[in-house]
């Protein structure tokens, strides 16, 4: 047989050398087998435990009602505003920023929205997060037209709210509660259907819904 050349006859018939003995499989160890068994069934649980606990992946929206935590900032006039004494009003309490491309995107949408629902009682708060003065951000805010109010922003506020990024929006109804929020930039379509859930909200029994209640009394 020449060099490069390959025999297909079954191996017996390849020159005069013995047929190598079969192999043998090795012995598997069973409590080896019964511990991996044990470790991925635990690893299954542990994961599909953990998936129940996390939920389906969300588009930023409230899951349930939660009490608006209530603040005070300074205005850029100078005065002082507190969000509890909006009470009455559905608020969109805006946090965003001078360098926040988005921002500077949704924001014409927030003064046409005021113009719109202002009648029926909607009330829109910036918050400005940045570090630049208040000549600056007042300044900027002339640029855009903005016909809502605007706060100097504080971290333990943004703390309080949990604010990951800008801009964020939450959408408060006139007990003070956050009925939903939007995280990032989305369409005006979904920014005014929030403003809708603020307005339209049946009256609940949050604490301070129950404490107006009965100081009327």
């Known amino acids: 047989m020449s060099v490069g050349e390959q025999s297909f006859g079954p191996p017996g018939d390849q020159g005069s050398g013995s047929i190598p003995p079969p192999i043998q499989p090795r012995n598997r160890n069973p409590l080896a087998l019964v511990v991996a068994a044990v470790v991925v069934a635990g690893m299954l649980y542990f994961g599909f435990h953990m998936a129940r606990r996390a939920g389906p992946s969300r588009t930023p929206g409230m899951a349930r009602v939660t009490e608006a935590p209530d603040f005070s900032?300074?205005?850029?006039?100078?005065?002082?505003?507190?969000?509890?004494d909006l009470r009455g009003k559905a608020v969109l309490l805006n946090f965003w920023a001078t360098w926040c491309v988005p921002c500077k995107i949704e924001m014409p949408w927030l003064v046409e929205l005021q113009q719109e629902y202002g009648p029926q009682g909607l009330q829109i708060v910036g918050v400005a997060m940045d570090d630049s003065s208040k000549e600056d951000i007042a300044e900027f805010a002339k640029k855009m037209g903005v016909n809502y109010p605007v706060l100097l922003g504080k971290n333990d506020v943004a703390d309080a709210y949990a604010v990951p990024a800008m801009p964020e929006s939450f959408f408060i109804d006139r007990d003070g509660r956050i009925v939903d929020k939007i995280l990032g930039l989305k369409g005006k379509a979904d920014i005014e259907d929030s403003i809708r859930k603020a307005l339209n909200a049946q009256p609940g029994t949050s604490p301070a819904a129950t404490a107006a209640t009965q100081a009327q009394k």
């Open 73 to 84: 900032l300074e205005s850029l006039d100078g005065k002082s505003m507190r969000l509890s």
